[in-house]
């Protein structure tokens, strides 16, 4: 069902803000393509009464409200937060070959960013308590302990500058030193440390520098 390259068909006048219907390419995310087209990422998840942002369909078609850009005519690269020079040329190169996959799957229960006057360096995933928790990406453990508020935590290192970190966990199975695979069951979810309910608190790092995961995860 996916036409020749991305079909995509403005649907109202080329006056901005305009109104897209945006076909889904094959490495974007919900929130790649909200942010691409400078709309919330609830406003896509509503006009399409999205249930999971996290299995959203190649090919499948997505209503634009509001959208401020014409559609794309290729796939939507991941655009770096940090980047001075918010690139906005869509045949721009994304920043790392690593594709981070959901460690849990599930919807977010709290982003990235400012929250409560403080800043949230990780997303939140509720998910039942021993829950697999698996690797992002392929790497090496680095850490496996408690720390603090958060409580059990498991941290991955990367190719490149890039670390994971997954936090509360009930249990974790995996040993420091450890080279694990993208997939690889690394912990148990949990609410150990300063957490309220069972959940992971997944952050990625580049370098000493929390990123919005959500810019990564595929
Ligand atoms: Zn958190």
């Not at 649907?11 to 919330?40: D, F, K, N, W």
């Not at 694990?180 to 979810?189: S, Y």
């Amino acid at each position: 069902m996916v036409g020749a390259a991305a079909l995509l068909v403005i649907l109202s006048c080329r006056t901005t803000p305009m109104r897209v219907i945006h076909t889904v390419q094959a490495g974007e995310t919900v929130y790649r393509i909200a942010r691409y087209y400078g709309v919330g990422l609830d406003t896509v998840i509503r006009a399409n009464r999205v249930r999971d942002v996290t299995n959203v369909a190649v090919g499948q078609k997505l209503w634009i409200p509001q959208a401020r850009k014409p559609p794309a005519s290729r796939p939507i690269p991941l655009e770096v937060s940090w980047s001075r020079r918010v690139s906005h040329d869509v045949s721009a190169r994304p920043e790392t070959d690593l594709a981070f996959a959901w460690p849990v799957r599930g919807r977010i229960s709290s982003g990235f960013g400012r929250r409560r006057g403080r800043h949230h360096d990780g997303i939140d995933i509720p998910a039942r308590r021993g829950t697999w928790i698996r690797a992002a990406e392929a790497g090496r453990v680095i850490h496996v302990g408690a720390v603090g508020d958060y409580g059990k935590v498991v941290i991955i290192k990367h190719s490149g500058v890039f670390k994971t970190v997954y936090a509360h966990n009930r249990v974790n199975r995996v040993r420091k030193g450890a080279f694990v695979e993208k997939g690889d069951v690394i912990a148990e979810v949990g609410a150990t440390g300063n957490a309220r309910g069972s959940h992971l608190h997944f952050e990625l790092r580049r370098g000493a520098r929390a990123q919005d995961p959500l810019l990564y995860l595929r």
